[in-house]
């Protein structure tokens, strides 16, 4: 057994840039005081900067969204500065940071040198996480524009509203159910994001009075831009926002995937349909002994003994992407099976097919990400896309012709080709593999998109 390191133990992105943070404690001594506020934690990982400012309208939430987020900080480990002065964007201050908050800052609120550091700074792999009014923010600033990800537009009246959630494995949305009832502030965007960023949610314009943006209409998305990691909510204008538990780990979520604790693929997705939506398992046939237990709550199919296999056999595959979100418990052991024949013997897949394993601890070629007893992952991709046991991470696998590749977290880190004729992946169908007793991995959001033939 060869227990691999956690993506939590790897070096922080403060860390990696000690360098350049070297005069750090004189700049800082430069700046205002609530610039360089004092840690809420003993030992923090992390640290965040949280700015205010304001030049146009101001939202009387702000203190408590700045409470909230000193609260989180303390408990999940992370520093948190506040500051409304522009004068913390620089080179030097703002490389302390692995993530800038904006919290409903609107207008101009930088100059152009101050623009230039938080350019430089989301370049060399910054996080940014802007939180309702930021998109009301910096509208002659293209840089900024991408960054948000959609300028605002309109709101009506607060109100209740129901939001879809479409991606429950970010560490945004992965407490949440498939819909989610909140009362807030609903903006209209000028533009949908969702051909740049992961949209992560969407609101149900036939639930609330004003929508203007139809069917589609994103109002959260995380993505990576120009080497650095964007989170977006619209949510939080009311100071209620910040005492309701789902918007605060919302918040935590997007914080941490901003900060680098958390991993989460946040690539555009457009195209797939369900194969498991959570409701229902038709289509699928359990092979061997042992099933999965489904939790239409939470949407979850959870493995239970074993040796076994659940196989989607309403459809033979030939050339696809399929994608699937995962979580183990512990050192569990699991797989996706890919490119076997249609059969009620789970040995078939194992003897014709070729299964990406999902496994904590094990050699290299047998262990989370590799193409089961034949290549390994590429073990430090692997290790710094992989979220811990108790969260969720997201495969997507794909196959063309006889080239098979594994993405964890929007990360590619594997990729092998087929020269067994006996094991062709030019067709064939997939399952999700139950272990055995004491393995217990849940599975989420079984999607496919058909992809064309390629050599």
Avoid at 268 to 282: A, C, I, N, Q
Avoid at 366 to 376: D, M
């Amino acid at each position: 057994m060869h227990p691999h390191p956690s993506a939590h133990s790897r070096p922080r992105r403060g860390a990696r840039l000690a360098a350049v943070a070297a005069t750090l404690l004189l700049a800082a001594a430069a700046l205002p005081a609530a610039a360089s506020g004092a840690p809420r934690s003993s030992a923090p990982d992390d640290r965040v900067l949280v700015f205010s400012k304001t030049a146009g309208f101001r939202h009387d939430s702000i203190p408590d969204g700045i409470a909230a987020i000193e609260e989180l900080g303390a408990r999940g480990g992370f520093a948190v500065d506040a500051t409304e002065d522009a004068a913390a964007f620089t080179p030097d201050n703002l490389a302390r940071y692995d993530a800038v908050v904006f919290l409903s800052t609107t207008g101009d609120v930088l100059d152009a040198g101050q623009q230039s550091a938080f350019e430089g700074y989301v370049g060399a792999g910054g996080g940014y996480v802007g939180v309702h009014a930021a998109a009301d923010t910096e509208y002659d600033w293209p840089f900024y524009g991408g960054l948000v990800g959609a300028y605002f537009q309109s709101h009506p009246a607060i109100q209740p509203a129901t939001v879809a959630v479409e991606d429950r494995a970010h560490p945004a949305t992965a407490h949440l159910g498939p819909v989610w009832e909140r009362t807030d502030e609903w903006y209209n965007y000028r533009t949908n994001p969702r051909d740049r960023a992961r949209v992560l949610a969407t609101l149900d314009e036939s639930s609330y009075q004003g929508g203007t943006m139809g069917e589609d209409h994103p109002i959260a998305w995380c993505q990576t831009y120009r080497g650095g990691r964007a989170f977006y909510t619209g949510g939080g204008h009311t100071k209620e926002s910040y005492a309701d538990p789902a918007f605060r780990q919302h918040l935590l979520g997007g914080i941490r995937y901003a900060t680098g604790a958390a991993q989460a693929d946040c690539r555009p997705e457009r195209g797939y349909r369900p194969l498991f939506d959570g409701t229902s398992v038709k289509g699928w046939k359990q092979a061997g002994p042992g099933g999965f237990t489904l939790d239409p709550a939470s949407g979850t199919l959870t493995s239970t003994g074993g040796m076994g296999m659940l196989w989607y056999g309403a459809r033979e595959l030939r050339s696809y992407s399929l994608k699937l979100d995962w979580r183990v418990s512990g050192d569990d052991n699991s797989g996706v099976f890919v490119g076997f024949p249609a059969s009620d013997d789970p040995w078939s897949a194992v003897d014709h097919g070729y299964e990406i394993q999902i496994d904590a601890t094990d050699t290299p070629d047998r262990t989370t990400g590799a193409v089961y007893g034949f290549q390994s992952a590429d073990l430090a991709q692997r290790d710094a896309a992989l979220n811990p046991p108790g969260e969720w991470n997201t495969y997507e696998i794909r196959v063309q012709g006889e080239r098979l590749r594994v993405w964890l977290n929007g990360v590619r880190i594997n990729d092998f080709t087929n020269r067994d004729p006996a094991r062709s992946l030019r067709r064939g169908y997939v399952g999700i593999q139950n272990h055995g007793e004491g393995d217990e991995v849940s599975f989420r959001d079984i999607r496919l998109k058909d992809l064309p033939p390629r050599g």
